[in-house]
């Protein structure tokens, strides 16, 4: 849904509204969420998480991702080391507040499926920097108010600066955030670069995208970093063996499949 050949790209931005003024910060942040990132997407991921004295622990993931419309489902699932092998996290992202996200999390130590609440969306996923509200592709939209800040030069790419806030003290608890910044490309509306405050407006954690190339026509992040810098530690995450509009069954996406695991899936 989002998270192109020269054709379709030339053709999306010919069918991208057009705005005859500065479009608000909840354009831009509609074009993040509705950009082409293919009907699914089957990838590989290596994590790195380092804390503040260098040390390193890494694991591999392998992650499926479908798209239903506006809603989209997706699963990652740990292939290594042996003591997180098979832990696996389920999402349904529903689009709009009318309906809550779906989250589940399967720890194969514990044989346990948990259910992820909409009050603990903030909590950190598996000693990450990342929330299980960060791992979905782009926040829900109607949960801040948006503000298109200006434009800048970041590298050597234009992008618009468009800052969130939660609508209100709830939503702030709930999410773990005060603000967040986005930095979002203008030819391709994705965001390379996305600053976060905590629930008392402390500066918190930033998370770059790098590497960003077109695989099947579709634009992709081969390596994402959140720097948490309250706590000096790290998350690197590396993408690879990208295949998309393969065809994902649907049955891939359910709680039967968390619980059996990727070398069950079909998918290997």
Same mark, same amino acid.
């Given at each position: 849904?989002?998270?192109?050949?020269?054709?379709?790209?030339?053709?999306?931005?010919?069918?991208?509204?057009?705005?005859?003024?500065?479009?608000?910060?909840?354009?831009?942040?509609?074009?993040?969420?509705?950009?082409?990132?293919?009907?699914?997407?089957?990838?590989?991921?290596?994590?790195?998480?380092?804390?503040?004295?260098?040390?390193?622990?890494?694991?591999?993931?392998?992650?499926?991702?479908?798209?239903?419309?506006?809603?989209?489902?997706?699963?990652?699932?740990?292939?290594?080391?042996?003591?997180?092998?098979?832990?696996?996290?389920?999402? /349904?992202?529903?689009? $709009?507040?009318? *309906?809550? #996200? !779906?989250?589940?999390?399967? @720890?194969?130590?514990? %044989?346990?499926?948990?259910?992820?609440?909409?009050?603990?969306?903030?909590?950190?996923?598996?000693?990450?920097?990342?929330?299980?509200?960060?791992?979905?592709?782009?926040?829900?939209?109607?949960?801040?108010?948006?503000?298109?800040?200006?434009?800048?030069?970041?590298?050597?790419?234009?992008? /618009?600066?468009?800052? $969130?806030?939660? *609508?209100? #003290? !709830?939503?702030?608890?709930? @999410?773990?955030?005060? %603000?967040?910044?986005?930095?979002?490309?203008?030819?391709?509306?994705?965001?390379?670069?996305?600053?976060?405050?905590?629930?008392?407006?402390?500066?918190?954690?930033?998370?770059?995208?790098?590497?960003?190339?077109?695989?099947?026509?579709?634009?992709?992040?081969?390596?994402?970093?959140?720097?948490?810098?309250?706590? $000096?530690?790290?998350?690197?995450?590396?993408?690879?063996?990208?295949?998309?509009?393969?065809?994902?069954?649907?049955?891939?996406?359910?709680?039967?499949?968390?619980?059996?695991?990727?070398?069950?899936?079909?998918?290997?």
């Amino acid at each position: 849904m989002h998270k192109i050949s020269l054709l379709i790209f030339s053709t999306m931005l010919l069918a991208a509204p057009v705005y005859s003024a500065e479009p608000t910060g909840l354009d831009i942040m509609r074009l993040v969420d509705t950009r082409d990132d293919g009907d699914d997407l089957i990838q590989k991921m290596k994590q790195r998480l380092i804390d503040r004295r260098g040390d390193v622990r890494e694991r591999e993931m392998i992650s499926l991702r479908k798209d239903y419309g506006r809603d989209s489902r997706s699963i990652t699932y740990f292939l290594a080391p042996s003591n997180v092998r098979d832990t696996a996290l389920l999402t /349904w992202d529903y689009d $709009g507040v009318e *309906k809550d #996200d !779906d989250q589940w999390l399967y @720890l194969p130590a514990l %044989k346990k499926v948990r259910r992820i609440s909409s009050s603990d969306r903030g909590d950190y996923f598996m000693g990450t920097d990342f929330t299980f509200e960060d791992i979905k592709q782009t926040p829900e939209l109607e949960d801040y108010n948006w503000v298109l800040t200006g434009s800048e030069m970041l590298g050597d790419q234009e992008v /618009w600066v468009v800052e $969130g806030e939660p *609508k209100n #003290d !709830d939503l702030k608890k709930n @999410l773990g955030y005060a %603000k967040t910044r986005y930095y979002i490309r203008k030819d391709n509306h994705m965001y390379i670069r996305v600053d976060f405050w905590d629930r008392k407006g402390q500066e918190l954690k930033h998370l770059v995208s790098e590497e960003i190339r077109q695989i099947d026509g579709v634009w992709t992040a081969m390596k994402g970093t959140m720097t948490n810098v309250q706590s $000096g530690h790290r998350t690197e995450l590396t993408f690879s063996e990208h295949r998309y509009n393969s065809g994902l069954s649907d049955r891939e996406f359910s709680e039967r499949m968390l619980k059996r695991g990727y070398r069950d899936s079909g998918q290997n």
